[in-house]
């Protein structure tokens, strides 16, 4: 677990430099949401970082359910004003995911035994992977279009997102890490191919930025889960 903690945090701290590209590609509309995942990513990664000594799980129950009831707000998985889906659904995805992912690295920490910390473990699990296995199969149309000259990078995206997720389908401990390790080096080079934080083209940067970075974010959470799963 203390691998799965460490990758947290150097995923959490690798996204900080590109978030203004991401907010920036919200719709007025939708600042308030976007302002409150906002605080609740902030005082998550407080707490991941050493905020707090030893957290314990009533230092994360308020944030948890000021989550939650943002997350149930979705509607067909997107977050929508008057029944119209405004631009920015890719950040707030991203937004909720990360701060499901810091809050599930830090249930697991603060449990004091194995046996209760695998009982937590499991459950937030289930609620992770419901949540992102409902948003896989949801309509990306609510994320934004890509341009065609990431097309390539979003379908090795989307294939190794369909991977994971078929991990997650499978019995916990049926497969083992070692097997994740070429989808892991995968993820790893598409993220490295990134400038300033975005998927340039010959110097220029397409539109679907949002869309792409929500995809691999997503694909990062997904990878935490399935470590967890293999370890079960």
């Known amino acids: 677990m203390a691998e799965s903690v460490t990758m947290g945090k150097a995923h959490a ?9 991401l907010h920036a590609q919200v719709a007025p509309e939708l600042d308030e949401i976007k302002s409150r995942l906002q605080d609740l990513e902030r005082a998550l990664t407080a707490i991941q970082m050493g905020a707090c000594e030893r957290p314990t799980l009533e230092d994360v129950e308020p944030l948890e359910t ?22 920015g659904q890719a950040v707030l995805s991203g937004l909720l995911s990360r701060c499901y992912l810091l809050l599930h690295l830090i249930k697991t920490a603060s449990i004091a035994t194995e046996q209760d910390r695998a009982r937590e473990r ?6 992770l992977q419901q949540i992102l296995l409902r948003s896989q199969h949801g309509s990306t149309g ?28 499978q019995t916990p401990g049926s497969y083992k890490l070692e097997d994740l390790a070429a989808l892991q080096e995968e993820l790893a080079a598409i993220d490295a191919t990134r400038e300033d934080n975005a998927f340039k083209v010959n110097g220029q940067i397409p539109p679907g930025q949002a869309v792409l970075s929500a995809l691999l974010n997503r694909c990062y959470v997904m990878l935490s889960l399935v470590r967890d799963h293999a370890e079960f």
């Open 13 to 21: 701290e690798s996204h900080t430099s590109g978030k203004q590209i």
């Open 122 to 127: 499991r459950a937030t699990h289930n609620h």
């Open 142 to 169: 609510a994320f934004g279009t890509v341009d065609s000259q990431l097309s390539d990078v979003k379908g090795r995206l989307e294939r190794i997102q369909q991977r994971f997720a078929h991990y997650l389908s």
């Open 66 to 87: 000021m989550l939650n009831r943002i997350a149930v707000t979705q509607e067909d998985n997107a977050f929508k004003v008057n029944g119209q889906i405004p631009a």
